[in-house]
């Protein structure tokens, strides 16, 4: 299997510029989950979905922040508008229940907001 | 408010010798934690974990052990190398909240030669 795929790896945009960040889950994991890095907070849970349903997104920051799931093999990560604040790296993790809860990340999509 | 803190940012230690990476939770309805590590540029990776039930797992060279009363973890890596060297993450699991992992901030580990 190829993993988790995240596009883009980088982004640079502008400030008040919509980004949207993209993710593949594994094939047959049914969760799949959202996360940003920043070094003051580390790793942040921003969403989750099982079966392409959203669980809990009470660590998405703020309205600006959206995402959705339309199907089992893809998942969108949407901001606008973006600020400067914003920049951080955006992971996308997927697992599948009954395997222990491990979660398998993707590379990453580093986003600076200028 | 962190639930799970890892105070150290770094860490250096020469390599043939011990690491030793801790972690601290406040939460008590935690009951299976988990270590990752993470390379520059890519993502976090799965390393280890612990059941609550457990008060430590073994596997190779990985060390994980569990103080539920101190509610305190640490990650022993004997004996440490240079590929070592990398990010460490601890992350928590709550009881019946399938999949929700809490991560800490992370420590950074130099494995010097």
């Known amino acids: 299997d190829a993993g988790v795929i995240q596009s883009p790896r980088h982004e640079v945009t502008e400030m008040g510029q919509e980004v949207t960040l993209r993710c593949k889950p594994i094939?047959?994991?049914?969760?799949l989950f959202w996360y940003r890095q920043t070094m003051m907070r580390g790793l942040e849970l921003l969403i989750y979905?099982?079966?392409?349903?959203?669980?809990?997104d009470s660590g998405m920051p703020e309205d600006r922040f959206s995402a959705k799931m339309p199907n089992a093999s893809f998942s969108t990560l949407k901001i606008q508008p973006s600020e400067p604040r914003d920049s951080a790296v955006y992971f996308c993790?997927?697992?599948?229940?009954?395997?222990?809860?491990?979660?398998?990340f993707g590379p990453g999509t580093r986003l600076t907001v200028t | 408010d962190q639930q799970v803190k890892q105070n150290s940012p770094s860490l250096s230690v020469q390599e043939g010798r011990i690491s030793i990476l801790n972690c601290d939770y406040t939460n008590s309805m935690f009951d299976y934690f988990l270590w990752y590590k993470k390379y520059p540029a890519e993502g976090p990776t799965f390393l280890i974990s612990?059941?609550?039930?457990?008060d430590k797992n073994e596997d190779g060279r990985f060390t994980v052990f569990l103080n539920k009363s101190a509610k305190h973890l640490s990650l022993h890596i004997v004996p440490s190398q240079p590929g070592d060297s990398a990010v460490y993450f601890c992350a928590a699991q709550p009881t019946g909240t399938a999949s929700k992992l809490t991560f800490g901030t992370g420590t950074r580990l130099q494995v010097t030669l």
């Open positions: 094939s047959g994991h049914d969760y």
């Open positions: 979905f099982n079966n392409n349903v959203p669980i809990d």
């Open positions: 612990i059941s609550s039930i457990k």
């Open positions: 993790a997927s697992s599948l229940v009954g395997q222990g809860y491990e979660q398998y």
